[in-house]
């Protein structure tokens, strides 16, 4: 699915909750409720190009349309949540505070063969964070992402093999402290 298409916004808007009527999707004044609620300028959207995301999306199984009498609903399966849960982590950024507390935290992993994807996956996410890579795998941080850390580990189901450390001093620190633009 493209980054950001019609479908990605419907599965994002489903993930705050809604229960979306797909008559209110596709008929009359509600389509430009909908379109509102996508959050993007759809001068040129069309209702078909609506009902092409809604049938490509329940083809992939991540909505499943639902009816009830003469309405139909669209729900978001479990695929449908897993979905979400990618997206968050295409937008993950770990917090910065203003102050620096002077602590490190490191991030270390062995994660086995077997899980190579979920590995590779960790390391991308956390590269792409802000994480800066130590070494093969292990991450620095200046502020406390543990949280963070959890829930990317938690999506790829490698918990266990993923380790937290907090450290007061760290060999290379200067190269770090220019990397995170810390001027103490």
Known sequence: MRKNSIGKE????LAAGSVLSL???LSGPNVLKIIKALKRDYNRLSKQKIKDAIRQLERKKIIELQKDGYETYIKLTKDGQRQILKYKLDELKFGRVKKWDGKWRIIVFDIPEKFRKARQAVSFTLRKAGAY???KSVFVYPDDCEDDIRFVAGIYGVRPFVKFIEAGRIDNEPILKRHFEIYV
């Open 133 to 135: 890579q130590f070494q």
């Open 10 to 13: 419907i599965i994002l808007i």
């Open 23 to 25: 008559a209110a999707i």
